[in-house]
């Protein structure tokens, strides 16, 4: 068996991985000719390289310029929030990063919250909503569930690119508000909302394979309807 460590050997620079494949072709070719020697049934390879050094471009020489321009030209014109949707695949993906890019370039960006997008990354959306509305950072929010497979992510874990029409196969599916996360969980989403002062929109977004467009918005409705807080927060407690 042979072990050998490699930059990346897909790397989107022509030459360097040419090189790369070029040596990783000499190693093969050398083990074959000392193949009395060598157990040649396994050749391990494992791509480390350049993510640090990516994400380190993504944020400091693309991202955080970018918005820092784009909040400027978006307060001149009377635009003085932003919102993220936090969703993986991008560099704003969680809690932290939503923050991170936030602290770089101001408060005119906060969260369009999608608990969706978190559930299945293992997120607690109650904890979520506390951290970033006691940061002054939520500034929309979402209605939309996600179910999450258990038997599917005990196989392939949670970072699943199957179409969305799999659903018998994914490890987790968009789904209409309350078949995938229970009642309980929902209404204390909304009671943490209250706590930490956000008192605007609940936007319902249907993106649940199993049902209409109509279905799913009727039931979503129906479903906010028995849980939600309606009326601000009480200014006092006639019973304390």
């Not at 990346?8 to 000719?33: E, K, Q, R």
């Not at 471009?57 to 784009?70: F, M, T």
Request: with cysteine.
């Amino acid at each position: 068996m042979i072990s050998q460590r490699f930059e990346n050997t897909a790397h989107d620079t022509v030459t360097a991985g040419m090189d790369l494949y070029t040596h990783l072709a000499l190693i093969v070719l050398a083990s074959i000719a000392d193949s009395v020697r060598m157990d040649l049934s396994i050749l391990k390879l494992k791509a480390v390289g350049d993510f640090l050094h990516i994400l380190d471009y993504q944020w400091n020489d693309v991202l955080i310029p970018y918005w820092q321009k784009e909040s400027e030209y978006a307060a001149k014109y009377g635009v003085n929030k932003i919102a993220f949707e936090m969703h993986p695949g991008f560099c704003v993906y969680n809690p932290e990063t939503l923050m991170k890019l936030r602290n770089a370039v101001g408060p005119c960006l906060g969260a369009n919250f999608d608990p969706s997008h978190l559930i299945w990354q293992g997120i607690d959306p109650v904890e979520a909503i506390r951290y970033i509305g006691e940061n002054g950072a939520m500034f929309h929010f979402h209605a939309k569930d996600t179910c999450v497979n258990r038997r599917n992510t005990e196989i392939n874990g949670v970072l699943d690119t199957k179409h969305y029409s799999d659903e018998i196969h994914r490890s987790w599916v968009f789904r209409a508000l309350g078949y995938g996360t229970d009642e309980k969980k929902w209404k204390d989403m909304i009671s943490m909302l209250q706590l930490v002062g956000y008192n605007h929109v609940m936007s319902i977004e249907h993106e649940d394979s199993f049902m209409t467009s109509k279905e799913g918005l009727e039931k979503a409705i129906a479903f906010l309807r028995r849980i939600i807080i309606s009326e601000p927060k009480p200014g006092g407690m006639f019973w304390a």
